[in-house]
């Protein structure tokens, strides 16, 4: 049985299509997107929704897809390839073992939940 992972992708929105584009192209079936704020490096903003605040926060994007056919790694090489400028403020990535996945509608479980991702 092959193991399931999920890798949250943390960077730039303006950069989103370019990887969205990139991780079609490598068979990645799904995806989630959020709109984040967070801090880092780059020391970010000190007004947070109009009111000034002592946390910094610029706005991210984070992508997280779950995977167990392709190699988590070549995810990340492909996430490297496509958003890495070499400047601050590029992203991070992090990866977890999933232990489990339930597709709610027909019971499935493992990787067989994870099987035709985009029918929704």
């Known amino acids: ?9 943390i960077t730039r929105p303006e ?3 370019d990887l969205k584009e990139a991780l079609n192209y490598l068979g990645v079936n799904g995806m989630t ?3 984040v704020n967070g801090c ?3 020391k ?3 007004y947070y929704r109009g009111v000034k605040r002592d946390v910094n926060l610029i706005k991210k994007i984070k992508v997280t897809v779950v995977v167990s056919e392709i190699p ?9 390839k496509c958003l890495k400028t070499g400047t601050v403020g590029d992203g991070k990535c992090f990866v977890t073992e999933v232990v489990d996945v339930l597709r ?3 019971g499935e479980r493992g990787v067989a939940a994870l099987m035709g991702a985009n029918e929704c």
């Open 15 to 17: 950069l989103f299509d």
């Open 33 to 35: 997107v959020s709109d």
């Open 40 to 42: 880092g490096m780059q």
């Open 44 to 46: 970010g903003h000190t």
């Open 1 to 9: 049985m092959n193991k399931i992972y999920k890798v949250e992708i």
């Open 72 to 80: 988590y790694e070549e995810v990340l090489k492909t996430v490297e």
């Open 104 to 106: 709610i509608r027909t």
